[in-house]
């Protein structure tokens, strides 16, 4: 991996110029490049959570839940100085959750966040970061009965947000192909659930973003699909009245 050494070499210049610069006042001890390179990684680990909850809080349909982890996520601070290509794509990634903070609707909310985690990805394919997930439980062995579709489609968005966050062909691939099964029936959701068109018709979007995603390597074009996924799965979770913030989690 090639991007620890640049990132150190950076450090290690910004620390030369500190040292070089004599001051009169007695000056804390600066931190060293291996303090500076744990800052970081705990910095882009809190980015991580935090887009992970944005993330989980538009696919939920509810928007001031979406807008305070922007908040969360605005407050996870990069202190290193950065090299200025890394340094635009971080004021980028900045402006991005500032927007989802800021956010008037659900659908707003889903393309501003969808921006961000496209800056992660473009500043990892800058610096050349290799990322590593944990791995995604594989939606088949998650069955649950009637809600083994919408299990799927959370592992399945999920796999999407990592794999535009990481550039990952695999991920992207793997939630797609995740996202893709169907159909969804009416005997798969508790009966005060009522799958109607409207209800049929977000669930025809999900699958036909499956269908557009396939092959497609560009990564804006992977940041505009998955802004589009999250808005409709938001939008069917506010139309039935259901989604994971209706559904009491597991004992
Ligand atoms: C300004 C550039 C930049 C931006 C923006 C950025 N990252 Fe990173 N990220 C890096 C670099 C460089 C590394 C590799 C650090 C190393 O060498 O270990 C990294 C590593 C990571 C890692 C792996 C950390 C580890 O355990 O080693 C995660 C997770 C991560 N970033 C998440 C994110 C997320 C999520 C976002 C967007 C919200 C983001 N990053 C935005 C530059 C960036
Ligand atoms: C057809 C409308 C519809 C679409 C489209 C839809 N959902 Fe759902 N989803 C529901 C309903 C209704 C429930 C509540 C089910 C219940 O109460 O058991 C639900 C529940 C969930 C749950 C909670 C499951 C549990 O047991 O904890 C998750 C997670 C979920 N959906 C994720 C998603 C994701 C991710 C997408 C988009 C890729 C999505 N859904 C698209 C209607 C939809």
Redesign the pocket.
């Given at each position: 991996m090639t991007?620890?050494p640049r990132?150190l070499t950076a450090l290690a210049v910004v620390a030369t110029i500190l040292t070089a610069c004599p001051s009169p006042e007695p000056v804390p001890v600066e931190p060293s490049a291996e303090d500076l390179k744990s800052d970081?990684?705990s910095a882009?680990?809190g980015?991580?959570d935090?887009?992970r909850s944005i993330h989980d809080a538009i696919v939920a349909g509810t928007l001031p839940e979406a807008r305070e982890a922007g908040r969360t996520?605005a407050r996870v601070e990069v202190d290193t100085a950065?090299p200025e290509t890394?340094a635009v794509?971080?004021t980028e990634?900045e402006f991005a959750v500032k927007g989802i903070t800021e956010a008037v609707d659900l659908n707003a909310a889903a393309a501003d966040a969808a921006v961000?985690?496209g800056?992660?990805g473009s500043?990892?394919r800058a610096?050349g970061?290799q990322?590593q997930f944990e791995p995604l439980p594989h939606p088949d062995r998650t069955e649950d009965g009637s809600r083994h579709h919408m299990v799927r489609h959370q592992v399945a968005a999920r796999a999407l947000w990592q794999a535009v966050?990481s550039n990952s062909d695999e991920h992207w691939n793997n939630g797609l192909t995740w996202l893709a099964a169907g159909p969804v029936e009416q005997s798969e959701f508790p009966e005060h659930v009522v799958l109607d068109d409207r209800a049929r018709e977000f669930e025809a979007l999900v699958h036909g973003i499956a269908a557009e995603g396939h092959g497609v390597t560009d990564p804006k074009a992977r940041v505009t699909l998955y802004g589009r996924l999250i808005a409709v799965c938001a939008g069917c979770h506010a139309h039935t009245q259901g989604g994971p913030a209706s559904v009491p989690s597991a004992p």
């Open positions: 991007t620890l990132l970081f990684v882009m680990h980015r991580r935090g887009v996520l950065l890394w794509m971080n990634l961000t985690v800056t992660c500043c990892h610096a970061a990322l966050v």
